[in-house]
């Protein structure tokens, strides 16, 4: 069975940080791209960061390039976001997805999730 389990929320002040971890069982996890998606209340689920299979390539959504960092490791099989200089704005639940593609940033490329952690940003 597929699994994907986030944690590291919290919260956190503005200008802080913060590293999430999604730990990947079930599958081969070196075999995939992977993703961060993150979920306002009342909003879509929307893409963040993504990052290939071997880890050599990585693209971001526009309001957080520079200020967040997407990082696997492929023998522990675990998935990280590290996030910095956090905004009330990147107050959400975050979560982690698996794809047969990477580059892509719609949900509907990833096939399986894990249930999110959230981040709350505020003083």
């Known amino acids: 069975e597929v699994q994907l389990v986030e944690s590291g929320g919290g919260l956190v002040q503005p200008e802080g940080s913060l590293r999430l971890s999604c730990a990947a069982s079930?599958?081969?996890?070196?075999?995939?791209?992977m993703g961060w998606f993150r979920q306002r209340p009342g909003k879509e689920r929307r893409f963040v960061a993504g990052?290939?299979?071997?880890?050599?390539?990585?693209h971001y959504e526009g309001s957080v390039q520079g200020r967040f960092t997407i990082s696997r490791d492929n023998t522990n099989n675990t998935l990280a976001l590290e996030m910095n200089a956090l905004k009330s704005d990147d107050t959400a639940v975050y979560y982690c997805?698996?794809?047969?593609?990477?580059?892509?940033?719609?949900?509907?490329?990833?096939?399986?999730w894990g249930r999110g952690t959230q981040v709350t940003v505020s003083s």
């Open positions: 997805a698996r794809s047969n593609l990477y580059g892509s940033n719609w949900p509907s490329d990833f096939d399986s």
């Open positions: 079930g599958f081969t996890f070196r075999n995939y791209a």
């Open positions: 990052i290939s299979a071997a880890g050599g390539l990585t």
